[in-house]
């Protein structure tokens, strides 16, 4: 997203500074081949490929990219203004304390959540993933194994039974209450799945080739306890009521798919801006407030405490930014990608969202 953004910026004359640590981005993480990109394929199809292809594309229209951390985001004030209008963005190189800039672009992405046990790290790329849609073809006609138990899980397992021969949800509790109910019905009702209750996983476990090969189990403190009643698809209404008692056991499986959610990476922007969830925003027609108009932005007002620079960033339920098209509540603040979306999480709508953003910016800073 940041460098779509950061092409459509430079092409549009606006000087963009792309401000990131060399070894970041959630493309550059992905140890396997992008092969769902398109126009990119062959030896460039990987997430550092791509990454390289658009940073040598961006480079060449003009973009400026300094690698570095931002540390915070805020309101610029110059005694020289009426109206603060420009962005401090601070940097942790102590050389480079900060830019200023008429407009910023938020593309941090969102962190899957992970499961911090023996052998994710060392595996993700090689059998352990976040992502089914990117990743899952890679394991077509064998068994996979999908952890979790709200909406990402459940979607992750169906799309996983159209190319793997099995899947197994591994899920701590004892139902699906988290996840939509049309969604837990599928899976329950899935031939090609089956629901371990009660269980988490103690490690992951690689062959010879420094592949996943299995995964281990054992039984939360919740697992019921005595001798088994039955399985877990003869539970009622989508719970383990009647389920076995599990008991530790290793699960042969050729991938793992983590989906227990995302933090959205904000946490620089919290540092500089008060924030409030749009809940407590929105009309009670559960519209979204409108936020500014014409060039100038503006922002959606919240009640409690003191207010930073009269201006409050707000965030839905999940912690995601919320915007309309791509800008935030603050003025002059855009977003763009998997900060801001929580639902597609794919390179490519993060590029489509990066270009709408430059785009918005130009149209907010020609205002």
Same mark, same amino acid.
């Given at each position: 997203?940041?460098?779509?953004?950061?092409?459509?910026?430079?092409?549009?004359?606006?000087?963009?500074?792309?401000?990131?640590?060399?070894?970041?981005?959630?493309?550059?993480?992905?140890?396997?081949?992008?092969?769902?990109?398109?126009?990119?394929?062959?030896?460039?199809?990987?997430?550092?490929?791509?990454?390289?292809?658009?940073?040598?594309?961006?480079?060449?229209?003009?973009?400026?990219?300094?690698?570095?951390?931002?540390?915070?985001?805020?309101?610029?004030?110059?005694?020289?203004?009426?109206?603060?209008?420009?962005?401090?963005?601070?940097?942790?190189?102590?050389?480079?304390?900060?830019?200023?800039?008429?407009?910023?672009?938020?593309?941090?992405?969102?962190?899957?959540?992970?499961?911090?046990?023996?052998?994710?790290?060392?595996?993700?790329?090689?059998?352990?993933?976040?992502?089914?849609?990117?990743?899952?073809?890679?394991?077509?006609?064998?068994?996979?194994?999908?952890?979790?138990?709200?909406? *990402? &899980?459940? $979607?992750? +397992?169906? %799309? #996983?039974?159209?190319?793997?021969?099995? =899947?197994?949800?591994? !899920?701590?509790?004892?139902?699906?209450?988290?996840?939509?109910?049309?969604?837990?019905?599928?899976?329950?009702?899935?031939?090609?799945?089956?629901?371990?209750?009660?269980?988490?996983?103690?490690?992951?476990?690689?062959?010879?080739?420094?592949?996943?090969?299995?995964?281990?189990?054992?039984?939360?403190?919740?697992?019921?306890?005595?001798?088994?009643?039955?399985?877990?698809?003869?539970?009622?209404?989508?719970?383990?009521?009647? *389920? &076995?008692? $599990?008991? +530790?056991? %290793? #699960?042969?499986?050729?991938?793992?798919? =983590?989906?227990?959610? !995302?933090?959205?990476?904000?946490?620089?922007?919290?540092?500089?801006?008060?924030?409030?969830?749009?809940?407590?925003?929105?009309?009670?027609?559960?519209?979204?407030?409108?936020?500014?108009?014409?060039?100038?932005?503006?922002?959606?007002?919240?009640?409690?405490?003191?207010?930073?620079?009269?201006?409050?960033?707000?965030?839905?339920?999940?912690?995601?930014?919320?915007?309309?098209?791509?800008?935030?509540?603050?003025?002059?603040?855009? &977003?763009?990608?998997?900060?801001?979306?929580?639902?597609?999480?794919?390179?490519?709508?993060?590029?489509?969202?990066?270009?709408?953003?430059?785009?918005?910016?130009?149209?907010?800073?020609?205002?």
């Amino acid at each position: 997203a940041g460098l779509s953004a950061a092409i459509y910026a430079a092409r549009a004359g606006l000087e963009p500074v792309v401000v990131a640590p060399q070894g970041g981005g959630q493309l550059l993480g992905k140890g396997v081949d992008v092969e769902n990109y398109p126009g990119v394929a062959g030896p460039a199809a990987t997430g550092r490929g791509i990454v390289e292809l658009m940073r040598r594309q961006a480079v060449e229209v003009g973009a400026r990219l300094v690698d570095e951390q931002v540390l915070k985001v805020a309101r610029f004030h110059s005694p020289a203004e009426k109206e603060a209008s420009l962005i401090e963005v601070v940097l942790k190189d102590p050389e480079r304390t900060r830019l200023l800039a008429q407009s910023v672009i938020v593309a941090t992405g969102a962190e899957s959540r992970w499961l911090g046990v023996a052998g994710e790290w060392e595996l993700r790329g090689g059998g352990v993933s976040s992502c089914a849609t990117c990743d899952g073809f890679l394991h077509r006609g064998r068994a996979v194994v999908v952890v979790g138990g709200g909406d *990402a &899980a459940m $979607e992750d +397992a169906l %799309v #996983l039974t159209r190319t793997s021969g099995k =899947v197994t949800v591994l !899920h701590r509790g004892g139902n699906f209450s988290r996840a939509a109910k049309i969604l837990a019905q599928k899976v329950l009702n899935h031939p090609k799945i089956e629901v371990r209750w009660h269980v988490e996983v103690a490690a992951f476990v690689a062959d010879d080739q420094k592949k996943l090969s299995a995964v281990k189990i054992r039984p939360t403190e919740s697992a019921p306890k005595g001798p088994p009643k039955g399985t877990s698809k003869g539970a009622p209404k989508g719970t383990s009521e009647g *389920a &076995a008692a $599990e008991k +530790a056991f %290793v #699960l042969p499986c050729s991938g793992a798919f =983590v989906a227990i959610g !995302h933090d959205p990476a904000t946490a620089f922007l919290l540092q500089g801006f008060k924030t409030q969830s749009k809940n407590e925003t929105s009309s009670s027609d559960g519209e979204v407030p409108r936020i500014g108009g014409g060039g100038g932005g503006g922002w959606a007002g919240g009640s409690g405490g003191e207010k930073p620079d009269g201006e409050v960033l707000e965030l839905d339920e999940g912690g995601y930014l919320s915007t309309v098209g791509t800008r935030t509540s603050i003025r002059g603040l855009f &977003a763009a990608g998997d900060v801001a979306d929580p639902t597609y999480r794919q390179a490519i709508t993060s590029a489509g969202d990066g270009a709408k953003a430059a785009l918005d910016v130009e149209k907010y800073l020609g205002a």
